[in-house]
């Protein structure tokens, strides 16, 4: 089977994600409407999203959340029956954890966080001390620049808090210092100069940027080579973005953990 038939069935299931956010979907009806064995199903959805069919419908309920959560006066017990939730508890446990705040919070900061961490804010050092992961983001000429999020997850999700995480004023070198022992993921997230309103994961794919880089393991002593991380447009098929991110329309910079 190629590549394109193989895309295009995980997008069918992303489609009947999308269509039943508030209802049970199984592993077994996702793999009949991608017309694959159950077990073929669930290798070639993580093969091409980077994550499990669970993990996908989980964050996409989420990120429904946030958008009720912003554009409608839902209560949280609503906002939570709709996308799925038997409990709001539940739901607001799964949402501080995946996405930083909780959801009144969420709605009360219009969508961003005060502060994320453990981080701080990037500069090029020219020494190439060790646990220390340094590398560049590129944009490519058809994308407009602006400011680059990058942050270090265990998963290919952007979500929960980031172990280490810079902001850069635009595309170029970044390096995160003090990389824990461990298997990680370096995300990008980019939205052009004067969309800093926008809330991470509600823009299309004509605003937002996300590039990729890892897995990357490092251990005590290990020297990490340097990431090059290409910025493309958010695609259908890339997990959403659930972080809330820091509001650069304040000085909000300054209030990154160190």
């Not at 590549?3 to 508030?22: C, F, K």
């Not at 991608?34 to 669970?54: I, L, Q």
């Not at 172990?163 to 997230?189: I, K, M, N, Q, Y």
């Amino acid at each position: 089977m190629t590549t394109t038939a193989i895309e295009a069935a995980v997008l069918r299931v992303i489609d009947e994600m999308h269509a039943n956010l508030g209802q049970e979907l199984t592993i077994d009806d996702m793999a009949r409407t991608a017309m694959f064995s159950k077990f073929h199903f669930t290798r070639v959805f993580r093969d091409v999203t980077g994550t499990s069919p669970g993990r996908f419908l989980s964050a996409l309920r989420l990120q429904e959340a946030k958008r009720l959560l912003l554009q409608t006066d839902f209560s949280v017990a609503d906002i939570s029956s709709q996308v799925g939730y038997s409990s709001v508890g539940t739901f607001s446990s799964r949402f501080k954890s995946c996405v930083g705040v909780s959801p009144s919070m969420f709605r009360e900061l219009d969508g961003f966080t005060a502060e994320i961490g453990p981080g701080e804010r990037t500069e090029t050092v020219a020494d190439h001390s060790r646990g220390t992961l340094r590398g560049r983001v590129h944009l490519p000429e058809d994308r407009a620049p602006g400011h680059c999020f990058v942050g270090l997850f265990p998963t290919p999700v952007p979500q929960g808090q980031p172990v280490r995480c810079a902001v850069l004023d635009g595309p170029g070198s970044f390096e995160l210092r003090d990389v824990p022992d461990g298997t990680w993921h370096v995300l990008v997230h980019s939205v052009p100069y004067g969309c800093e309103h926008i809330p991470s994961g509600t823009g299309g794919h004509d605003v937002v940027s996300v590039g990729s880089y890892g897995p990357v393991t490092a251990h005590e002593d290990t020297l990490l080579m340097p990431a090059e991380i290409v910025l493309r447009p958010l695609d259908a098929l890339d997990p959403p973005v659930l972080m809330a991110l820091l509001d650069l329309r304040t000085d909000a910079l300054d209030r990154i953990a160190g």
